[in-house]
């Protein structure tokens, strides 16, 4: 699966959102290519590419990054695994150091399953000039498959008075590049993902983090967790 792709120091930092019941893992299927059925609070397993935007069409059709008609591998494209738990609350960060290797703007692909072969829009991350740092992501499920990645979308609201970010589209808050930490400024440009679930599990249970978003919408999750999502990033910068 994507020969010679880079693989990205990731960081899983998990919310749990209601109360948790004790349950097991029943979920076997550890890679992002192969197809799973899960139930809630199982472990999911699921891939994010980064690379240019027309590296992921082939044939002027999107393919799952699984599908080696791609050509991910020659373009300097980086990988990051996860295996949050469904229905939980996650926020996923990933360090974006390398992403100065990748040209022509750097887009977003979440990925999942091989029959179903689920994909979501590639989504923009960085340009020569802004990098969209926060992102939220829904895994939708039908009967514990995966049938759709979608990124969900709340405005420029938050960064219309900040000086160090702009609003790209009309609908996300990207960091001037310049005043980014790898550009000599002092904003950690980091990206971290919101990561919610909706639809049923394998047992015909409601994915019920999909509700919970709005009620959460009013802390800063990336604020509250970043000072752990730090600490573990410098213990892994002491090996690489």
């Excluded at 799973?36 to 690379?51: I, Q």
Aim: charged share 20%; with cysteine.
């Amino acid at each position: 699966m994507m020969a010679m792709v880079k693989q990205m120091v990731a960081v899983v930092v998990v919310i749990v959102a209601a109360a948790v019941a004790e349950a097991g893992d029943t979920n076997g299927v550890f890679s992002p290519c192969s197809d799973a059925k899960v139930k809630r609070f199982d472990g999911f397993t699921f891939g994010l590419a980064f690379s240019q935007k027309d590296s992921f069409f082939f044939n002027k059709t999107q393919l799952s990054p699984c599908d080696r008609r791609l050509s991910l591998g020659s373009t300097n494209s980086q990988l990051a695994v996860f295996r949050p738990k469904v229905d939980e609350i996650s926020l996923l960060t990933v360090n974006t150091t390398n992403f100065n290797s990748i040209s022509n703007g750097v887009y977003m692909v979440a990925f999942a399953g091989r029959k179903y072969a689920a994909r979501s829009t590639p989504v923009l991350v960085a340009d020569s000039q802004h990098t969209i740092t926060s992102f939220t992501m829904v895994l939708e499920f039908k009967k514990g498959t995966l049938q759709n990645f979608y990124w969900k979308k709340f405005g420029c609201s938050k960064c219309s008075k900040k000086s160090a970010f702009v609003c790209l589209n009309g609908q996300d808050c990207a960091v001037k590049s310049s005043n980014c930490k790898n550009q000599g400024g002092s904003i950690d440009c980091n990206i971290s993902i919101q990561l919610i679930f909706s639809g049923i599990d394998k047992k015909l249970t409601p994915l019920n983090s999909w509700y919970e978003l709005k009620n959460l919408r009013q802390y800063s999750l990336y604020g509250l967790y970043s000072n752990i999502r730090d600490a573990i990033m410098d213990q892994y910068n002491d090996f690489f």
